[in-house]
């Protein structure tokens, strides 16, 4: 009798256990489906990528992002506008990531090409030269100091010309051309063994002021005859390789300063620019000139189409810029007006103020009218008055930015 009920309480309690122990199984169930809650309205194929889920700004139907179909919002923005006070999107805040107010950005504005021609130590005038195309070492280095506080930074001529403009945000683009090839420009000294730059010259000068302002940026192209003296010291060799070294370019202003007025033959051009490209590869330099400086300002008569690209005896020559004796800036290369075979430039200051140098522009050109970088060189940020003058097909795969 004993034996028998306990046999039947054994039973009861291994009864009792199974229960609970599929009672805590299916609660266990249940909370595993809970913790999948973060996904409710969303339909299981709507979970895989790339079906349906919406991106940022995209459309919740399709999954398509509204931006990349050139599709307008529902504020009638379409790709690249920018509502004012920044409201705009998150990627784009995060593209330009400074306050547009403030730092009001406008890389639709004018550039500055600035033309240097002669650096001399003291000068003194003469019924022949009364030093307009000439400025003095103490002057240079003091003109750098300005630029520098102004919030100018130099940029390479083939940047320019490429709209690969990269300056910090708020800060204008500036270019700086020497034509001729002349001593103060640039000479070589030994010093210790070594070829240096000469302190006294304007590639001494920038060197110097680049090493204590670093972003101020070390940049400038040489237009040069190579049929007459090119700069001093070292061999020829030596002192472009130098420059080239150094980040510098050089450019094309015929093999012996020619006037073009005065060239009678399409033969007679492609000597002066193609001679010029010879000799650099007689060096044993691997470089290819790609623009061209006309002497005296002066284009010529005829046979203008060889002045882009021609061929003198086993070398070719192709020029994708020509920059002139101009007196102003140059267009954005975004613009519509720019135009890459008549860039005009800004004389560098003289011994004697001029109007229309570059001091005259420092004082004359306002801010609002002048490149202001938005800091980021994948996009073009203008104001919403500027856009109309922005050509479209100039700014390639960069993403322009209205506000």
Not at 139 to 158: M, Q, V
Not at 376 to 381: E, F, L, M, S
């Amino acid at each position: 009798m004993k034996k028998g009920l306990r046999n039947a309480v054994i039973s009861i309690l291994i009864i009792a256990l199974a229960i609970t122990g599929i009672v805590i199984l299916v609660k266990h169930m249940h909370s595993g489906e809970n913790n999948h809650s973060m996904l409710d309205g969303i339909q299981e194929d709507q979970r895989e990528p790339g079906k349906g889920i919406p991106a940022p700004g995209g459309n919740p139907s399709t999954g398509e992002n509204s931006e990349e179909n050139g599709m307008p919002d529902e504020n009638g923005l379409s790709e690249g506008d920018i509502l004012p006070g920044n409201q705009n999107d998150e990627k784009t805040a995060d593209e330009l990531q400074i306050d547009l107010e403030k730092i009001k950005p406008n890389e639709a504005g004018k550039i500055m090409v600035v033309m240097f021609h002669n650096f001399v130590e003291s000068f003194e005038p003469t019924k022949y030269d009364d030093g307009q195309y000439t400025i003095t070492f103490k002057a240079f280095e003091e003109l750098l100091h300005t630029l520098y506080e102004k919030g100018y930074r130099l940029i390479s001529f083939k940047d320019f010309i490429d709209n690969n403009i990269n300056v910090p945000a708020g800060c204008i683009p500036m270019v700086f051309t020497f034509d001729d090839g002349t001593r103060g420009q640039f000479s070589l000294v030994e010093e210790d063994g070594v070829l240096k730059a000469e302190r006294k010259s304007a590639v001494g000068i920038m060197e110097e002021f680049c090493s204590k302002y670093p972003d101020f940026g070390l940049k400038g192209t040489f237009f040069v005859n190579m049929g007459t003296s090119v700069f001093s010291g070292g061999s020829l060799r030596q002192r472009l390789q130098y420059l080239i070294d150094k980040g510098f370019e050089i450019g094309n202003h015929t093999f012996n300063h020619v006037n073009l007025l005065n060239v009678k033959s399409s033969e007679e051009i492609q000597y002066q620019l193609g001679a010029n490209q010879k000799k650099i590869y007689e060096l044993g330099l691997n470089y290819k000139m790609f623009a061209f400086s006309l002497p005296y300002g002066n284009p010529a008569k005829e046979f203008r189409e060889y002045l882009i690209k021609g061929k003198y005896e086993d070398v070719e020559y192709e020029n994708l810029a020509i920059v002139e004796v101009g007196w102003n800036p140059a267009p954005s290369p975004a613009d519509k007006d720019f135009n890459p075979y008549s860039i005009p430039r800004v004389r560098a200051p003289g011994i004697n103020p001029e109007r229309f140098d570059l001091n005259w522009w420092l004082e004359n050109l306002s801010r609002e009218e002048q490149y202001i970088s938005d800091g980021n060189p994948d996009t073009i940020t203008v104001p919403e008055s500027k856009a109309g003058s922005i050509d479209t097909g100039k700014i390639k795969n960069k993403k322009l930015i209205v506000y």
